[in-house]
């Protein structure tokens, strides 16, 4: 018989004992109050004047300033001393460190006539030898700032984020420090982003979101290991990407149909949730996913999840075959209803060697699909999992953890969940341990919800070393 365990706790606040009347604020070493600061904006900073008169100065010297503006909605006016950039002249003013580690300006409602004062807080932070920097201004302006020219060739940056900035395209980069790089909102170019690979010989890791006028990514960096693509389906067509030393990729937001990897030969860990945005998203997005399942083969760790999911879920009521995969860890992002099973099958089949299997359950919305598309997901749960039966060889050599998070969205309402947890049970031959993680409501509706999981204890075991494990906690 196999052995069940059950976690299960009720967080209960416990009084507090009463103040001491020492002032241990005050004794704290400047090293550990700069440490406070770092994790606070700058405005939350300066209130810690209040705290202690040894702290009145001591914001001055710290090595992090970290600016939120007001977007779009609550920005006051000019002549207010809460105006954004009137609170940044202010602070910059009375700073006396001669060090600045981190510069974060975020949340900016940019105008053009702006531009000046931006450049002198920049040009501040560069003369205080910066390493972190990030400068993403309000979606809402209505204008794009330009990056100073000084900035290109700043040796001492080591992460720099831009968001709604203009890049001379023109321009020589160097950056020999630079590990980290996200750009945001920006038109860019294949030659521009070449010299950026040329320039930052120690980047690690390289985000670009939203980004327009990009159309292949050729990367021989050695040192380059991880690429986030965000939304590139709007103005870039990225059609070829090459990066034959990457290690880690996420595709994410809308995708070109026309997007194909070219060599990705090193990759440990592959995520796809993305969309395509074509007339016939059905059909091009059928057509991109084998494309990239097949160019991931021998990747281990595979995430993806919403409008990937259901598109191989197209290909498994087709009876499309799956590329066979040397994944060993698949991560999957659904609701797990009629649109998802399928595509959960079609990964099952593909991953011959799983042995990790991880489901974090969300609210996806669906993607539209045909009329005669959608007719065929009428199915039985239970029947369509059982004519799956013997085609999963994961099940039977492999497969030995799973994990389902964020339950509690669902208790009660995904028969689809709770067939697809049977079915594991039920066939899979080394199954060692089943988690299910919840975060139940301390109510009487709670309480229903724990019986609903509870339930899960009384399905049959294929494998006799098969390990229910219940954590869940009352929040």
Known sequence: MAETSVHGAIHRECSAPPPSRRDLISGLP????????????????????????????TWTTATDLVFVGYDVYFEPPPDSPLFFPSIVDSVLSQFSS??????????????????????????FAV????????????????????LPEFLYCFSRLVRLDVGKCCFSLDMTIRWPCLKVLSIEDAQLS???LGRIFRGCPVLESLVLSRCEGVNNIIIDSLCLKKLVLVSLGFGSYVKKLCAPHLLSLRVIGGNHAGFR??????LVEADLDFSVESRDPNSKGCHLLRHLLEKLRGVPTITTGGWCLQVLSLLEMDGVPSPLSKCQNLILHAPVNQWDLPGIAYMLRSSQCLEKLVIYLTCFPMFELHRESEERFNFDEEDFLCSRKGNFECLVKHLKRVE??????????????FALIKFLLGDALVLEKLI??????????????????????????????AEIV????FK
């Open 30 to 57: 400047d090293t550990m109050i700069h440490n406070i600061f770092s994790f606070l904006p700058i405005h939350d900073v300066v209130k810690t004047c209040v705290l202690s008169k040894r702290w009145r100065p």
């Open 98 to 123: 001669p060090t600045v580690k981190k510069f974060h300006l975020t949340h900016f409602m940019y105008d053009e006539a702006d531009r000046p004062k931006i450049d002198l807080w920049l040009r």
């Open 127 to 146: 003369r205080r030898s910066v390493e972190d920097l990030r400068l993403r201004l309000s979606e809402w302006s209505r204008f794009f700032y330009v």
């Open 190 to 192: 294949d030659d521009f």
């Open 261 to 266: 990897l070219d060599n990705v030969s090193s």
């Open 404 to 417: 389902i998070v964020g339950f509690e969205a669902y208790v009660g309402e995904s028969k689809h969940l």
């Open 436 to 465: 299910i993680k919840a975060k139940l409501p301390p109510t009487p509706d709670g309480q229903k919800q724990l019986q609903v999981i509870q339930n899960v204890l009384s399905y049959q075991r294929a494998s006799k070393n």
């Open 470 to 473: 219940l954590d869940y906690h």
